[in-house]
């Protein structure tokens, strides 16, 4: 049995700040947000998701780094530990390409709440002419990682990442948005009330990790604070050429 199972709601409430962390790295929503303000220098919105006693949050800053080394630090599996709050231990489980891969992510909470895990599937997508880059990531099952007795199984329905080049400088904007159930016997009212503060502790950590001196720059992204080159024009057609004398004689 859970640890979840056997304290009253009471010591809960006494050490879930750390769930905040809970709603990792979905699909963007559209209408309806409502600003709850700034936290940490992040604007955070939250929204209701019919059918569902969780709210979905929503961060956004703008942040002196370069783009291509939040997204280095962002797509590294080896670099979760810098930035993902409350981070305990990782797993690849298939990796199709760069932009694409499932992953096995750990938790650790302090007593008495058990610990969580997820199984994640995220699939990014690169706009070279927009300068962006976006991510979507949600729980999926997976043969390689089933429940175990180490962790409450959360359940992430969409997080959406959007990483954009700020040009004029090195300065890149990130937006995110998250819905997800951390599960266990916790109430929603309290993973809403954590949770809120969730966008601000995973932008700012990932932008503290992009900006450690010994991250490399992406060399996919290093030119997308420069401005596009403008196109070429396209080439003048060069003026037919007159009918010879030849060609105009009548029976020719």
Known sequence: MHADRRFPVIRLVLSLAVLASLALPATAFAEGWESVGTIDG???????????????????????????????VFGDAKSRRYWVDRWKADKELEVKSPLERTYWIRFGLPFPVS???????????????????????????????????CCVRGDVTSTYYRIEAVQGGEKTKLT???????????????????????????????????????????????????????????PTPAPAAPPTADRERPGN
């Open 115 to 149: 610990d969580r895990d997820y199984v994640l599937h995220t699939k990014a997508e690169v706009d070279a002419a927009k300068r962006v880059l976006t991510a979507r990531i949600k729980s999926v099952p997976h043969p390689a990682k089933g429940i175990d007795d």
């Open 176 to 234: 995110v948005e998250v819905h997800t159930d951390p599960r266990g016997m916790l109430p929603s009212w309290l993973v809403n009330l954590i949770q809120k503060g969730w966008p601000a502790k995973t932008l700012n950590g990932l932008v503290r990790a992009a900006q450690r001196p010994t991250v490399t720059a992406h060399p996919r992204f290093v030119d997308w604070h420069k401005a596009p080159e403008p196109e070429a024009p396209a």
């Open 42 to 72: 992040v604007r955070v919105w939250r929204k209701q998701v019919e059918g569902s006693k969780k709210l979905a949050f929503r961060g956004e800053v703008t942040a002196n780094v370069h783009i291509a080394k939040v997204i280095s």
